[in-house]
């Protein structure tokens, strides 16, 4: 059983930047793709961002290219998302999320584990 812990959330101004952590716990971290997710108010959860378990291969949304950057740490059982020129659209809470498959996590189909999420609020 793998547990995920986010962290980093907060309220931040348009335009400005925020990075969440993803600790993972109580499996081979490397064993997993990693992924993160949000849900804003009133709509459905939407894929943002993927990485491959050795890192070599990252997966963006359209509403993430060029702004957001997902890395990881195996050896520290991390998977990180810097965010920057955050927009008040960003508003949501954000999901760590791990499986063996990068494609079930692009696909939000029957992800292995989830976080509890991190609130993030981008002001205008």
């Known amino acids: 059983q793998v547990q995920l812990v986010e962290s980093g959330g907060g309220l931040v101004q348009a335009g400005g930047s925020l990075s969440l952590s993803c600790a993972a716990s109580?499996?081979?971290?490397?064993?997993?793709?990693m992924g993160w997710l949000r849900q804003a108010p009133g709509k459905e959860r939407e894929f943002i961002a993927a990485i491959t378990w050795s890192g070599a291969s990252t997966y963006y949304a359209d509403s993430a290219k060029g702004r957001f950057i997902i890395s990881r740490d195996n050896a520290k059982n991390t998977v990180y998302l810097q965010m920057n020129g955050l927009k008040p659209e960003d508003t949501a809470v954000y999901y760590c999320?791990?499986?063996?498959?990068?494609?079930?996590?692009?696909?939000?189909?029957?992800?292995?584990?989830w976080g509890q999420g991190t609130q993030v609020t981008v002001s205008s």
């Open positions: 109580g499996g081979i971290f490397s064993n997993y793709a």
């Open positions: 999320a791990a499986d063996k498959m990068t494609d079930t996590i692009r696909t939000i189909g029957g992800i292995d584990y």
